[in-house]
């Protein structure tokens, strides 16, 4: 498995080499946190270096999504309380311009740790299960220069509660990004035709049935899932998008988990409204919300919740995948169609 993982890291190496960009070294400071609300459990810090090869950003044909610069990030963590040892990650990232000298970006992949959870109790060491976990990282760069960037990011390190105990770690991060080889290629808002586009209004609606499996041990089989999200978005340029959403769900695997726990409190349909961003890139479309939940059951402790959607374009409709989750844990997997209504 090791031999497998280096020998395609190197070809992924390689292929980018061969490409047209440039090669980024990172240092973060990390604050690291759980999911949960007892700060007691644990509160520490790590030390951060990632590795980023991202590809040229230059401007397209009019019209077209490719102000954004795509590529791949190899990390480490060193955590030196030892939760569940030091982090490796890998993701895929996407950065795009914001503002003048501001980008967001956003990475997605794997991470593994040097220490995960044993099958024994260890207080110490009771917030990562297992030895593969996804990675999502989400940030702002300011360029300083065409070399430096100050970074503010967040990271998120958990496996969805498919092996137990897990928590998920939350790495609040700050820190430098410096251009080794190549010169990041900035294109500002404003600076080519796809990015003058007019801006443009739209709503819509998005229906994602799922299924989830209880996260109680003692149940077995799957629920049924229901959410409706009632969508606007104010489209800046082709690029990205500002709105909000109203969520509505429902999720039945609560019904069961209330009568075991003998409340008597019917499971509701669950409701949230939350701020949106969206970036487009070509027919793809990626979509992320967090906000507070209006109306819940008492099986929800923490009340916010995130959704993360992945989206195709098909002219007005669209189909794509995504996830509901509180706290940082999947709550379920969403299968979604959408329709979007421009605005004049």
Not at 131 to 159: E, K, M, P
Not at 178 to 192: F, K
Not at 264 to 269: A, K, N, S
Request: aromatic letters at 14%.
């Amino acid at each position: 498995m090791k031999r497998v993982v280096v020998l395609t890291v190197l070809l992924c190496s390689g292929l980018l080499m061969a490409q047209n960009g440039h090669w980024e070294l990172g240092l973060r400071g990390s604050y690291v946190m759980h999911n949960f609300d007892d700060l007691s459990l644990v509160a520490t810090g790590s030390a951060d270096l990632d590795v980023t090869w991202l590809s040229s950003r230059q401007p397209r044909a009019a019209g077209a999504s490719h102000l954004f610069s795509y590529g791949a990030r190899a990390s480490f963590s060193y955590m030196p309380v030892g939760v569940a040892g030091h982090r490796f990650g890998l993701v895929g990232i996407v950065r795009a311009p914001l503002f003048p000298r501001l980008d967001y970006h956003l990475g997605v992949g794997i991470s593994t740790f040097t220490r995960p959870q044993s099958l024994t109790h260890d207080p110490n060491n009771q917030y990562i299960s297992s030895v593969l976990n996804c990675l999502i990282d989400v940030g702002f760069d300011y360029r300083v220069s065409q070399r430096l960037y100050l970074t503010a990011a967040l990271t998120h390190s958990s496996n969805g509660l498919l092996y137990r105990p897990n928590m998920g770690l939350n790495f609040f991060q700050a820190g430098i990004s410096y251009c080794l080889w190549g010169i990041d290629t900035c294109v500002l808002r404003g600076s080519s035709p796809a990015a003058t586009m007019p801006a443009r209004h739209e709503v819509g609606f998005t229906l994602s049935p799922g299924a989830v499996m209880s996260q109680k041990q003692w149940q077995e089989g799957y629920y049924f899932c229901y959410d409706l999200s009632l969508n606007y978005l104010y489209h800046l340029n082709s690029v990205f998008a500002f709105g909000a959403t109203m969520d509505l769900w429902y999720n039945d695997s609560h019904t069961e988990q209330l009568q075991r726990l003998e409340v008597d409190y019917p499971t509701p349909v669950y409701v949230s409204a939350m701020p949106v961003f969206e970036g487009n890139w070509g027919p793809l479309s990626l979509r992320v919300g967090v906000g507070p939940v209006l109306i819940a059951s008492p099986l929800v402790k923490i009340r916010y919740y995130e959704r993360v959607g992945l989206y195709y374009n098909l002219g007005h409709h669209y189909i794509g995948a995504g996830i509901n989750a509180h706290s940082g844990i999947i709550e379920f997997i969403e299968w979604s169609y959408g329709y979007r209504i421009p605005l004049k």
